[in-house]
């Protein structure tokens, strides 16, 4: 039997997608972890005086926001080693060495539990325990000081995760109130900002007749994100708190190539912003639709369009023999195709 082209990449598309689901269907995002946890960390926080955010910032870093091999296979969330003193269940990982011992628990929980016992329990870490519970640069320095981890550079690690997701509200009293209004803040605020600064519409729910011309009908949904088509080429829409780093490994693709599809300068750390298109593969070197020309609205670039229609923006710049960051005017005609 002869297959079409079309008919052989939707048939290997369909298989790389029904991977992706299995391999990520059960991946936490950051922001899914930190919901899940932070009840417990706040817990401990007023039982031992550890910090919320700290022990939230260890658990995301030493687990990978519970996404680990060692987190999968034996709930142990902060990388606690088995030490000599250790009675319980154990298994090994390779970590600084080959085949280490790693404490492994029967849940998530027990292992917070542990976490704060070791750090309470054990005179290494006594002189943490000076510092206020809101002095969350100062636990960070003091548990690199204390040999927690061996990487050079831990404690700005935690301190750049504690700040970047704000972690240290959950410090403060009535934390857990307090950094539930942040996400609710962030997600206004985001929506406005990209309804005043992009092209691009949200995507909203279909209801009765389907519009064939409309292409944001969800084909497949992998770990929350619904995938879908535009000008042959396949794209998701940003949420509240997407990272290129998860949106990468979602779609087992590095952040780095991510931003080559999305034409986005490999060296900016910022990550896309509720409601944008981020595409998961090239787009197309032209477009497919009916159109032939755009006309330019207030605002717009020549990435946004090249985004809204999936044309790699050099071939939009070619096409129209214009440079990439050449500024559009209101009322201009783009052409789309030759």
């Known amino acids: 039997m002869i297959f079409s082209k079309k008919a052989t990449y939707w048939a290997i598309f369909t298989l790389i997608l029904c991977t992706f689901q299995t391999n990520a269907q059960t991946r936490q995002t950051k922001e899914e972890y930190i919901e899940r946890y932070k009840h417990i960390a706040i817990d401990h926080m007023e039982r031992y005086g550890i910090p919320a955010s700290i022990t939230m910032a260890q658990g995301i870093l ?47 929980e027990e292992s917070y539990e542990d976490h704060a016992n070791f750090l309470d329990k054990s005179p290494r870490y006594d002189s943490l325990f000076a510092y206020s519970n809101t002095d969350y640069r100062s636990w960070a320095r003091g548990l690199k000081a204390a040999g927690y981890a061996t990487a050079p550079d831990y404690a700005q690690r935690l301190t750049r995760i504690i700040e ?16 539930a209004s942040r996400l609710k803040d962030e997600a206004t605020k985001a929506t406005k900002e990209f309804e005043q600064s992009s092209s691009v519409n949200l995507p909203t729910t279909t209801e009765g007749r389907i519009d064939p011309n409309n292409y944001r009908v969800v084909e497949r949904t992998i770990n929350g994100f619904s995938v879908y088509e535009n000008n042959r080429s396949h794209f998701v829409i940003a ?81 129209n023999r214009l440079r990439k960051d050449t500024p559009l005017q209101a009322g201009a005609e783009l052409k789309l195709r030759k």
């Open 62 to 108: 030493e687990s990978d926001s519970g996404n680990s091999n060692l987190a999968r296979r034996s709930n142990n969330h902060f990388g606690i080693k088995c030490k000599k003193d250790w009675k319980g269940q154990r298994v090994y990982h390779t970590d600084d060495a080959p085949d280490e011992c790693f404490r492994k628990y029967d849940s998530v």
């Open 164 to 179: 970047d997701n704000r972690l240290y509200l959950l410090d403060q009293e009535n934390g857990s109130s307090l950094y």
């Open 239 to 319: 949420r509240t708190g997407d990272t290129f780093e998860e949106i990468a490994t979602t779609f087992a693709v590095t952040a780095r190539t991510l931003r080559k599809y999305n034409e986005i300068d490999a060296k900016s750390v910022a990550d896309p912003i509720q409601g944008e298109m981020i595409y998961i593969e090239r787009k197309q070197t032209r477009w497919w639709g009916e159109n032939s020309t755009h006309r330019v609205k207030e605002g717009e670039t020549l990435r946004s369009i090249s985004q809204e229609y999936g044309v790699r923006l050099a071939k939009l710049a070619q096409l």
